[in-house]
Nanobody, 115 residues
Framework: QVQLVESGGGLVQPGGSLNVSCEAS????????MGWYRQAPGKERELVAT???????NYADSAKGRFTISRDNAKKTVYLQINSLKPEDTAVYYC?????????WGQGTQVTVSS
């Protein structure tokens, strides 16, 4: 059974940092491209960052400079480090695994940036 379980979200003050994680199971994690997406209230889900099976990274323009995606194949986990958090980063952050026709999603973790 494929599972993607996100964790690490929460309430953070503006300017703070957060590291969200996504632990995978039920598929060959190391050969999948992994990604983080987010969906703010009233908005469509949008790409934040992706990392290929080989470790190549890609970021949305809005994420460049403050977001870092990484993966640990031994732990079957993908991470998203977010620095200098802004209120507009408030969203549900979703983990994604993709390879060919296979496309898996986690349930999401809420990140709220507020003072």
């Amino acid at each position: 059974q494929v599972q993607l379980v996100e964790s690490g979200g929460g309430l953070v003050q503006p300017g703070g940092s957060l590291n969200v994680s996504c632990e995978a199971s039920g598929f060959a994690f190391s050969i999948y491209a992994m990604g983080w997406y987010r969906q703010a209230p009233g908005k469509e889900r949008e790409l934040v960052a992706t990392i290929s099976s080989g470790g190549n990274t890609n970021y949305a323009d809005s994420a460049k400079g403050r977001f870092t995606i990484s993966r640990d194949n031994a732990k079957k986990t993908v991470y998203l480090q977010i620095n200098s958090l802004k209120p507009e980063d408030t969203a549900v952050y979703y983990c994604n695994a993709r390879r060919s026709q296979y496309d898996y999603w986690g349930q999401g973790t809420q990140v709220t940036v507020s003072s």
